[in-house]
T-cell receptor, first 108, second 115 residues
Framework: KNEVEQSPQNLTAQEGEFITINCSYS?????LHWLQQHPGGGIVSLFM???GKKKHGRLIATINIQEKHSSLHITASHPRDSAVYIC??????????FGTGTRLTIIP | KAGVTQTPRYLIKTRGQQVTLSCSPI?????VSWYQQTPGQGLQFLFE???????NKGNFPGRFSGRQFSNSRSEMNVSTLELGDSALYLC??????????????FGPGTRLTVT
């Protein structure tokens, strides 16, 4: 069965802390997406990965194909990073399967 | 370049009615995907259209349907609305076919409430 698991479900941290959100999936994939959703519903695509590592500003995404695991890191976290982060996987059937999301709260 | 637009943004309907939601993709994007987001089920894939053809469909009943026009704009229709259809409906566009292996650009969503 194609499944996506995210952890933690909720994460509260102080401003400036290094944040890690994890995503594991059950079988081989074509691509993995990290999405950010702010209150109000709008979703922004942060990264799309099929291997290796990508970096954009303070955000870093990595994927380990052998271990079927991806991580999203935020360096020097800021209150504006508070959002729900969602991992979504394309298992090769061209349908995205979503994780349940990680609600991140950064306290000033 | 203008982003993905969805209309209407908010909608209240009664059980048994039908509803049509619209999505205009980013100029040049030919793939449009639709998603449903509810507190209980999270985000779920509804269907994807590319060049006016439905390429994939998620596990939703036949009451959920869609189409894509020659200008890549897409509509989704839900007939015989049920209370459980209350959700945020999101569309996303991307450049290529098998659009889900391309970066997805999401619209702001349509929040549907069924009473």
């Amino acid at each position: 069965k194609n499944e996506v698991e995210q952890s933690p479900q909720n994460l509260t941290a102080q401003e400036g802390e290094f944040i890690t959100i994890n995503c594991s999936y059950s079988v081989g994939i074509s691509a993995l997406h990290w999405l950010q959703q702010h209150p109000g519903g709008g979703i922004v695509s942060l990264f799309m990965l099929s291997s290796g590592k990508k970096k954009h500003g303070r955000l870093i995404a990595t994927i380990n194909i052998q271990e079927k695991h991806s991580s999203l890191h935020i360096t020097a976290s800021h209150p504006r990073d508070s959002a729900v982060y969602i991992c979504a996987v394309n298992f090769g059937n061209e349908k995205l399967t979503f994780g349940t999301g990680t609600r991140l709260t950064i306290i000033p | 370049k203008a982003g993905v637009t969805q209309t209407p943004r908010y909608l209240i309907k009664t059980r048994g009615q039908q509803v049509t939601l619209s999505c205009s993709p980013i100029s040049g994007h030919r793939s449009v995907s639709w998603y449903q987001q509810t507190p209980g089920q999270g985000l779920q894939f509804l269907f994807e259209y590319f060049s006016e053809t439905q390429r994939n469909k998620g596990n939703f009943p036949g009451r959920f349907s869609g189409r894509q026009f020659s200008n890549s704009r897409s509509e989704m229709n839900v007939s015989t609305l049920e209370l459980g259809d209350s959700a945020l409906y999101l569309c996303a566009s991307s450049l290529g076919a098998g659009g889900l292996t391309y970066e997805q650009y999401f619209g702001p969503g349509t929040r549907l409430t069924v009473t």
